[in-house]
């Protein structure tokens, strides 16, 4: 558990990061419908939940009220099965809270946690100039595709422990369940 206060000109918060607890599904699932046009990240995330996996899940608390939620779920490298990976996906932030740092906050606890995990490695499939402030960069840079066709540039990893991807490369496989988004 984790307080985390956050203040900008407009507002000031304080805020609690903590593990994802069983009676916090409801809110979580909220905040992603509240969060994208669909809720396919909602269902993505209880499908996943529901797999069994060895899932890392932050919540974002307000005065008891689930204001966010990011995910990492075990991801792969084809080329080396062994290398413990993660996935960051999703995040989301109810709307009235975005732009206020709680994304970035829990990025940075997830991050700390994988680590902490002996994850050797995160990716993530988002914006370049959000994520790499937390170190992200490009996967074309490791010779290592996403699964995914999409853009390359968007693909990002993240190692976590410095020089694991070098002389890596392959494609790196997410649960099947995200195919159908």
Known sequence: ???????????????????????????????????FETDQE????DDLRLNGLDLISLVA???QKIIGHILFSPIHLDSNIKLKMMGLAPLAISPNYQNRGIG?????????????????SVAVLG?????????????????IRS?????????LLKELETG????????????QRFNLL
């Open 42 to 45: 909602a269902k993505l995330v």
């Open 104 to 120: 970035s906050s829990l990025v940075w606890k997830g991050l700390y946690i994988c680590k902490q995990e002996k994850i050797k």
């Open 61 to 63: 608390e307000e005065n």
């Open 127 to 143: 914006n370049p100039n959000y994520y790499s402030r937390f170190g992200f960069e490009s996967s074309v840079n490791f010779g």
């Open 1 to 35: 558990m984790l307080l985390v206060y956050v203040s900008d000109l407009n507002f000031q918060q304080l805020m609690l990061l903590r593990f994802e607890k069983e009676g916090d599904i409801k809110g979580i699932h909220s905040v992603h419908v509240q969060s």
């Open 164 to 175: 694991i991807l070098f002389g890596c490369d392959g494609i790196v496989k997410y649960h």
């Open 147 to 155: 699964d995914f066709n999409v853009n390359p540039e968007v693909f």
